[in-house]
């Protein structure tokens, strides 16, 4: 079993300064820490996005850590795809202005779910992240997200799907919902998606979460990983790539 949290699941700051003030290294992050626990009690790998201090002084990072069943960080991924968005109609974002970004693709890695590929939200709009793990063989690709209302009525289910049916890989999107802020909303939607395209659970909206106000709790979903329908999609549907037409990411 494995546990997979959203996107910056430690907080979101309500500005840039109270965002670089808030974050922690992991061994003085209470709420890292806290899941080091957890994890070793209860014998359960955790996969979930933080911020970490950087060296390149005003900015932090964003990035993805696994915990391992003994609580003990075995694999860390940093957002490569800087989410800046300036709509007419809508919210302007900056996350270079305050966020490091990744300079390298974290290889696949075995856990008790399968070959593990990582991403994190903005990632998301890139396939050539995608493909480039599925080259490198994965069961599952996850994309912890904090994703923007705006956007996210568009773009989110599409782009899910899209990453999956392309890598033939499950497709694991936990998300923050509803608000963080006065300025910060989250979309929610929480997906798994199956190989073939199929959406198999999502959870609740920031509708809902307004709806339910304050009876809203926190949501779980589950799904059992099936190698069998991955290894029957790859049979069925063979991906055979033109490198020799165009190159291979």
């Given at each position: 079993k494995v546990l997979f949290l959203p996107e910056a699941s430690d907080y979101i700051g309500g500005s840039p300064d109270e965002s670089y003030n808030l974050c922690k290294s992991v061994t003085e992050s209470p709420f890292?820490?806290?899941?080091?626990?957890?994890?070793?009690?209860n014998k359960l790998c955790i996969n979930v996005g933080i911020h970490e201090p950087s060296e390149t002084p005003k900015k932090i990072k964003n990035t993805l850590v696994w915990i391992d069943e003994n609580g003990e960080i075995t694999h860390r991924y940093q957002k490569l795809h800087m989410f800046d968005m300036e709509l007419d109609d809508g919210p302007t974002m900056k996350e270079s202005d305050t966020v490091e970004p990744g300079n390298s693709i974290l290889p696949p890695f075995d856990s008790p779910v399968g070959r593990v590929g990582s991403c994190i939200c903005f990632d998301l709009r890139f396939p050539?992240?995608?493909l480039a793990l599925k080259r490198q063989k994965i069961d599952v690709l996850c994309y912890p997200s904090a994703f923007a209302p705006d956007t996210g009525k568009y773009h989110w289910h599409a782009l899910l799907q899209a990453r999956a049916i392309e890598t033939q890989s499950y497709v694991l999107a936990p998300a923050q919902v509803g608000p963080h802020n006065k300025k910060r909303s989250s979309f929610g939607h929480s997906l798994i998606v199956d190989p073939w395209g199929r959406i198999l659970a999502e959870l609740g909206s920031q509708e809902d979460?307004?709806?339910?106000?304050?009876?809203?709790e926190p949501e779980l979903a589950t799904?059992?990983?099936?190698?069998?329908?991955i290894a029957k999609i790859k049979k069925g549907v063979?991906?055979?790539?033109?490198?020799?037409?165009?190159?291979?990411v």
């Open positions: 890292v820490l806290g899941l080091q626990e957890e994890a070793k009690k050539e992240l995608a979460f307004k709806n339910k106000g304050d009876s809203w799904v059992d990983i099936d190698h069998d329908l063979p991906l055979h790539r033109r490198t020799d037409v165009y190159a291979e």
